[in-house]
């Protein structure tokens, strides 16, 4: 019997699962047609809707009574981009550290969550935080350098005029 390992809602793999479990899983609720799953083995992940050996399940639930049926799959699965979504997370550090610490941090917090949302095969949030990260590195560039220059510039008078000239 085929072993799978699956990521779960809280991004954490589980298993190996034998397919029984995962069944199992399935009718309590615990998992459904969007969570990622892969065989022992396999290197790539896939939603669990798209194997077939559990879309067999999912039609056979259906015609069971209504009292003791498992809520129905979502149909659709969403499939993964065909281009990786960019994380930010070296410019959210480097605008944080060097430009601008207050408005850098929600750069980091949402740079830090994609590579979990990803995993947990929830790309169009993945996406979502990807676009913030990145709003928030040239907010803090934004402001970050102006400011900088501003503070050199007063530095340097306050130097020129402290030494004289």
Same mark, same amino acid.
């Given at each position: 019997?085929?072993q ?23 009718? /309590?609720?615990? *998992?459904?047609? %969007?969570?990622?799953?892969?065989? #022992? $083995?396999?290197?790539?992940? @896939? ?43 070296? /410019?959210?550090? *480097?605008?944080? %550290?060097?430009?601008?610490?207050? #408005? $850098?941090?929600?750069?980091? @917090? ?10 947990m ?37 306050a ?7």
């Open positions: 019997m085929s799978y390992i699956i990521i779960g809602g809280d991004g954490r793999e589980y298993g190996p699962k034998d397919e029984t479990e995962v069944r199992e899983w399935i009718e /309590q609720g615990r *998992l459904n047609a %969007l969570s990622q799953i892969k065989e #022992v $083995g396999e290197d790539e992940w @896939v939603s669990l809707g798209s194997r077939p050996e559990f879309a067999v399940q999912h039609s056979n639930e259906t015609s069971a009574p209504p009292e003791t049926s498992a809520p129905p799959l979502p149909s659709g699965p969403s499939a993964p981009p065909t281009y990786q979504i960019p994380t930010y997370l070296a /410019q959210s550090i *480097l605008v944080t %550290l060097c430009c601008c610490l207050p #408005v $850098g941090i929600p750069a980091i @917090v949402y740079a830090s969550r994609i590579d979990n949302l990803m995993r095969g929830q790309y169009a949030e993945a996406q979502e935080c990807s676009r913030k990260a990145k709003m928030w590195c040239w907010i803090s560039f934004g402001i970050g350098i102006p400011a900088n220059i501003i503070v050199f510039i007063l530095q340097f008078t130097e020129f005029a402290n030494s004289g000239f």
